[in-house]
Each structure stands twice: as structure tokens, then as C-alpha cells.
């Protein structure tokens, strides 16, 4: 198993890729912490994991409280004795609203997807350094790279954030055995909070722009994410992997 005894938070685990990549990482072994607002969900995800034989907990998390963050990682620690991998995976689209110069949007976009990232990156850090490393996989976009219409672009400067944080934290924390790289998917099912870019029609078009012509599934984002949390990429930090279908060569 690849992330055999190893510790994870899973942020946003309890829906769409948060939640395949619990369940991929639970298969491989690991004892995860599905962590998220949607406490129902979040349970259904953990019985998923245990019934094929792995281990998980549920617990609350608001990624734009850092009390809940702290309360987190400690819960994971109560329950499991260390950390050694966060999934910073939580976040909310760009595409709900029609105005794409609404100022509230620009706040709440950031809050939850770009101070999310930060407040968990603190806390993970902080838990890591006390067992001699960790990695730390954190969700940005092909939004994180280029602009989009139909998208407000708070989405792609919190994306963009997220993928320059991403080095940051190789940077400042590598020397502590601490890794971090991010993962940018492009076409993938929709969001729960998808407005524009969950219709059909959009959707079609910017199939257009996928050289492999198909959508993403959540489980090619889950393998990404598993090889860079697992040891196997172990001298891989400060990276950006695309798992896009080649959206972003074009
Ligand atoms: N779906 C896509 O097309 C796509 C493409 C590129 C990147 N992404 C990114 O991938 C990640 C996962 O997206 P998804 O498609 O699985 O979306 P999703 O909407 O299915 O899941 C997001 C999860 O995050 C949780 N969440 C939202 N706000 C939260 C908060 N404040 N605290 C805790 N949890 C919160 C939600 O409850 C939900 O379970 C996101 O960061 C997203 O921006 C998605």
C-alpha cells in the first residue's frame, strides 16, 4: 500500500474530489481525517472507507476559521498520534454569479479558496515539523494559470495564489522535511457551487479547448494527488502537476 501508517487531512473530503481522493487514500492505507462543512456527507464518506476495510474520521472544519484548523489538526493527532499529509483540496467556484465585478464575490471567493489554503498550510506546518516532514498537496486550477471568461477572477486569483503559496511552502519549510505541490485540474465534473461553467452548453465549448476531448474524472485528479502525497515523490516539491487532459498546452 503507498501511504501505508501515514496520516491525512482531506479538506472539502466530503463531495467530488476531496471525497474520491479520501477514499483512494484510505485504499492505499492511510488513516483519514475527512474534513469538511457537510457533516452528513462527510460521515457517508467515512463509512465508504470503512467498509473497504480502511480507517477515517469525520471532523467539522471551516477552512476560513483558523480556530477550526487548529481544532482539526488536533483532532487528527488525538485520534491518529501525528500528521504527515495535508490535502488542501476545499474550495468554492467562480462561475456563480453573473457579475463578474460583484466585490462580495472577490471576498468570498478568497476567504474560503486563498485564506483557506494559507490557514491550513499554518496549522499542517506547524504539526509536521514536530514528527521531521510531511507533504502538503494543495488544489489550484488551470484558473490558477490563465484568465477565463465566465469565470470572476477572483477564482483565478485565489487559484493563482494557491499555486504561488505552493512554492512559498517548498521554500520556507523544505529544509524541516516539509514538501508541497500543487495540482491543477482543468474540465472536471462541476462544482457544487458551479453557476455558468456547470451548463452544458459552456461546457461544450470548452471541451473545444481539451486536446484529449473528454472532462476530467475525479479519480485522475485522486491518482495525481496520491502520487505527490506518497513517498514515491519524495524529491518532488515546489511542482505544479496538470491533470487537464492538455487544456493548458493548447
Ligand atoms: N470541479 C472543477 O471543475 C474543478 C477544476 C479545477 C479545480 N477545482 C478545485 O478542486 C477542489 C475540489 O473541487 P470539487 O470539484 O471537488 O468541488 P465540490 O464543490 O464537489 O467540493 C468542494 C468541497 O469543499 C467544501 N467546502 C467549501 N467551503 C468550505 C469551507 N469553508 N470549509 C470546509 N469545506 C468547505 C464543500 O462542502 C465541498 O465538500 C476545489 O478547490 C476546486 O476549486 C475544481
Not at 485564506?115 to 516532514?133: D, H
Not at 504561488?164 to 491543477?184: L, Y
Not at 485522475?220 to 505527490?228: K, R
Request: proline share 2%.
Amino acid at each position: 500500500m503507498r501511504l501505508a501508517d501515514k496520516v491525512a487531512i482531506i479538506s472539502g473530503a466530503a463531495s467530488g474530489m476531496g471525497a474520491a481522493t479520501a477514499r483512494r487514500f484510505g485504499r492505499e492505507g492511510a488513516r483519514v481525517v475527512v474534513a469538511d462543512l457537510l457533516e452528513d456527507d462527510g460521515r457517508s464518506v467515512v463509512a465508504e472507507i470503512e467498509k473497504a476495510g480502511g480507517t477515517a474520521m469525520f471532523q467539522r472544519l471551516d477552512v476560513t476559521e483558523e480556530a477550526s484548523w487548529s481544532a482539526c489538526v488536533a483532532a487528527a493527532v488525538a485520534a491518529y498520534g501525528r500528521l504527515d499529509i495535508l490535502v488542501n483540496n476545499a474550495g468554492i467556484s467562480g462561475s456563480a454569479t453573473n457579475d463578474l465585478l460583484e466585490s462580495g464575490m472577490w471576498d468570498r471567493v478568497m476567504t474560503v479558496n486563498a485564506n483557506g489554503v494559507f490557514y491550513g498550510t499554518k496549522y499542517a506546518v506547524e504539526q509536521m515539523r514536530k514528527n521531521g516532514g510531511g507533504s502538503i498537496v494543495n488544489l489550484s486550477s488551470i484558473s490558477g494559470v490563465v484568465g477565463q471568461s465566465m469565470v470572476h477572477m477572483a477564482y483565478n486569483a485565489s487559484k493563482g495564489a494557491v499555486r504561488t503559496m505552493t512554492k512559498s511552502t517548498a521554500v520556507q519549510f523544505g529544509a524541516e522535511g516539509i514538501r508541497c505541490n500543487s495540482v491543477h485540474p482543468g474540465l472536471m465534473p462541476p462544482m457544487r457551487t458551479s453557476g455558468a461553467t456547470a451548463d452544458p452548453t459552456v461546457r461544450a465549448k470548452m471541451l473545444k479547448s481539451v486536446p484529449l476531448g473528454r472532462t476530467g474524472e475525479v479519480d485522475e485528479v485522486a491518482n495525481a494527488i496520491l502520487f505527490l502525497a506518497s513517498d514515491e515523490a519524495s524529491y518532488v516539491t515546489g511542482a505544479e502537476l496538470y491533470v487537464d487532459g492538455g487544456y493548458l498546452a493548447m
